[in-house]
């Protein structure tokens, strides 16, 4: 089946996508060099012939004044598709991913692009996965109010700073109270269940700010989070270094995030430790979802093994195709699976959380409707992600799903690169 790609692309990082014919795998084009610092993939997809629903962008026009505004100063902004009959009263607020900025030369280059600047932004885009307005493509959600709140800060959405001379304004934090308070005069101060959610970047932001979300209701209200693909490991990479740690250094440092981070982690951890989700999540009050691939495809291109911790090249087919992979890598990526569960041991003790970890070379797969729910979903004994998220959503079931370690899942959409 012909499939029409909506690509997001990261901060100087331009995909050529195509389906290559084989079911399950989808090939993109991308500039290598900038791929250490920049997301891989933020896409949604939708089948053709399902014309999308295209939904129109709305800026926050009192941010400026609460100098709630993006890297360049411009208003930040976000897409609102109201909701009807049943979801009337229910909120879905979907935080855009989209990398970091760790220094002055990458967020003056990310301020010229739509991720640090509403100037270049989509004056629309496609609501698909989680975001579709259709109940035979998002079953649970497909009536709520749903909002995609659009990044342009870098440090997903926890900085508060600025660098007067590279005329950089770091003000993640401001704008995510700012769009808050915007969505609650716009009738979120009445809903009675709400889901903040969010992708790689967006999905990091999730777990910092869930129970600042749930802050923002009465006890009645039904509020829950769902983090998808943004378990960030502070793992060791190729070359025995620290390259993420190192990149998260730098954007916590620059852009103030500290004071924005959960205090139950800084009062004993350095501030770099609890921009990391594993020194987050066991902490988090509000009941979470975490929804990650066990061989997460930006973690091993960006993470693992950059071509940083590579010169050397011996990673660079696998980094792109699993395929490729030689056996000792394959047992390397084995090792950032078992880290991966270590890391959501304590956390999988909650009954209020929920886990799907399945055993795919993927990354963001709520926002596709090929991996949030179609015929050939990626399942987890034979539930796909969609069905797992509203179970746990709407307790009609406990879900803590693992996969077993690959090769052994056949409904993977992995992502294979060129």
Same mark, same amino acid.
């Given at each position: 089946?012909? $499939?029409?790609?909506?690509?997001?692309?990261a901060i100087g990082l331009v995909f050529c996508n195509w389906v290559d014919g084989f079911v399950g795998y989808e090939q993109y084009h991308f500039n290598e060099t900038e791929l250490s610092l920049l997301e891989a993939h933020e896409a949604s997809l939708s089948?053709?012939?399902?014309?999308?629903?295209?939904?129109?962008?709305?800026?926050?026009?009192?941010?400026?004044?609460?100098?709630?505004?993006?890297?360049?100063?411009?208003?930040?902004?976000?897409?609102?598709?109201?909701?009807?009959?049943?979801?009337?009263?229910?909120?879905?607020?979907?935080?855009?991913?989209?990398?970091?900025?760790?220094?002055?030369?990458?967020?003056?280059?990310?301020?010229k692009t739509r991720r640090g600047s509403s100037a270049f932004?989509?004056?629309?885009?496609?609501?698909?996965?989680?975001?579709?307005?259709?109940?035979?493509?998002?079953?649970?959600?497909?009536?709520?109010? $749903?909002?995609?709140?659009r990044y342009c800060d870098g440090a997903s959405f926890a900085g508060d700073g600025e660098d007067q001379t590279a005329e950089l304004q770091f003000r993640g934090q401001r704008i995510w109270a700012a769009a808050m308070e915007d969505l609650t005069s716009k009738g979120m101060r009445l809903a009675n269940q709400a889901l903040l959610s969010g992708c790689s970047a967006g999905g990091l932001a999730t777990i910092i700010h869930c129970d600042e979300f749930r802050s923002l209701f009465p006890s009645s209200t039904k509020v829950k989070c769902l983090s998808d693909?943004?378990?960030?490991?502070d793992s060791i990479d190729v070359s025995g270094g620290h390259t993420l740690r190192n990149l998260y250094s730098g954007v916590v440092g620059l852009q103030g995030a500290q004071k924005n981070l959960p205090q139950i982690c800084t009062n004993h951890l350095d501030p770099t430790s609890c921009f990391f989700p594993q020194n987050l999540i066991a902490s988090v009050k509000t009941p979470l979802f975490i929804l990650n691939a066990a061989y997460d495809s930006?973690?091993?291109?960006?993470?693992?093994?950059?071509?940083?911790?590579?010169?050397?090249?011996?990673?660079?087919?696998?980094?792109l195709n699993h395929a490729k992979c030689t056996s000792s890598q394959i047992q390397f990526l084995?090792?950032?699976r078992n880290h991966m569960l270590h890391a959501i041991k304590d956390f999988s003790r909650s009954n209020g959380n929920?886990?799907?970890?399945?055993?795919?070379?993927?990354?963001?797969?709520?926002?596709?409707?090929?991996?949030?729910?179609?015929?050939?979903?990626?399942v987890i004994r034979d539930k796909a992600i969609a069905l797992a998220v509203g179970d746990w959503y709407f307790d009609r079931a406990g879900v803590k799903a693992i996969d077993c370690p690959y090769p052994c899942d056949n409904t993977c959409h992995h992502l294979v690169f060129k």
């Open positions: 089946m012909a $499939r029409l790609f909506w690509v997001g692309i089948y053709e012939g399902t014309d999308p629903l295209l939904v129109g962008l709305t800026l926050i026009e009192d941010a400026a004044a609460k100098g709630a505004v993006c890297l360049d100063g411009t208003l930040p902004g976000y897409h609102l598709h109201r909701g009807y009959g049943s979801g009337a009263d229910s909120w879905l607020i979907n935080l855009e991913g989209g990398g970091w900025c760790n220094n002055i030369r990458t967020c003056v280059y990310r301020k932004m989509e004056k629309e885009i496609a609501f698909t996965g989680i975001l579709s307005n259709k109940a035979e493509e998002n079953p649970d959600f497909f009536n709520w109010n $749903r909002v995609k709140l693909a943004g378990l960030f490991l930006w973690q091993i291109q960006s993470s693992l093994a950059p071509p940083s911790a590579d010169p050397h090249g011996y990673w660079h087919e696998c980094r084995q090792g950032f929920g886990l799907f970890i399945n055993s795919c070379f993927a990354h963001c797969q709520t926002e596709r409707q090929d991996t949030w729910f179609a015929d050939n979903s990626p």
